[in-house]
């Protein structure tokens, strides 16, 4: 028993006087990180507008080429966003109203369906109805401004899964996309 105690007293002992270690002083600083996606001025996605979009018949689509200079990956996701109207808030200021393609729109003649798909090159947005297109008016077709943003996929499918993507507002302050001009008196539908 007096065996028992003795081993006890010691790493009792030993645990409270490794508690009590002075601790050095700092040692160097480590490696630097790996560098973060690749971007302009701190941006880890890139937005490009287009203003007078049109969709021509007879398939109503437009083909929209990413800006000269600009490299895409076949793994980078493009999101597109028309501007759906400007209307003023309790302060008398523009406020845009961005819509996430696909949407989808009643009409008086029936469904309009807005869509696209992309590729590293281009953003390709078509329209498809479901009554004769030529009733469509040049509200439905005419003079789109609409927003591309690229998000390389690492990010978009891993790197941030709580943004609402369809919300033009949160993404652009996810990705730390810069603020692009108002569009005054916009109307649309």
Same mark, same amino acid.
């Given at each position: ?18 508690? &009590? ?57 493009? /999101?597109?966003? /028309? /501007? ?16 996430? /393609? ?8 029936? &469904? ?78």
């Amino acid at each position: 028993m007096k065996k028992i105690y003795t081993i006890l007293i010691a790493l009792i002992t030993i645990s409270f006087t490794s508690c &009590f270690q002075e601790v050095g002083p700092a040692g160097p600083p480590g490696p630097e990180g790996p560098t973060g996606p690749a971007g302009a001025d701190g941006e880890s996605a890139f937005v490009f507008e287009y203003s007078d979009v049109d969709f021509i018949s007879p398939n109503y689509e437009v083909f929209l080429d990413y800006p000269d200079g600009f490299e895409g990956l076949d793994t980078d996701v493009s /999101l597109v966003y /028309l /501007l759906w109207e400007v209307v003023q808030d309790d302060q008398a200021n523009d406020l845009e109203i961005w819509r996430a /393609l696909p949407q989808t729109v009643f009409t008086e003649n029936g &469904f309009i369906y807005y869509n696209f798909d992309f590729s590293k090159i281009d953003a390709h947005l078509f329209m498809i109805t479901d009554f004769d297109p030529t009733l469509l008016e040049a509200i439905d077709t005419d003079d789109w401004i609409v927003r591309i943003v690229v998000i390389p996929g690492d990010l978009y499918t891993g790197g941030r899964p709580s943004i609402d993507h369809s919300d033009y507002s949160a993404v652009k302050e996810a990705y730390s996309l810069p603020d692009l001009p108002v569009h005054k008196g916009y109307k649309r539908r």
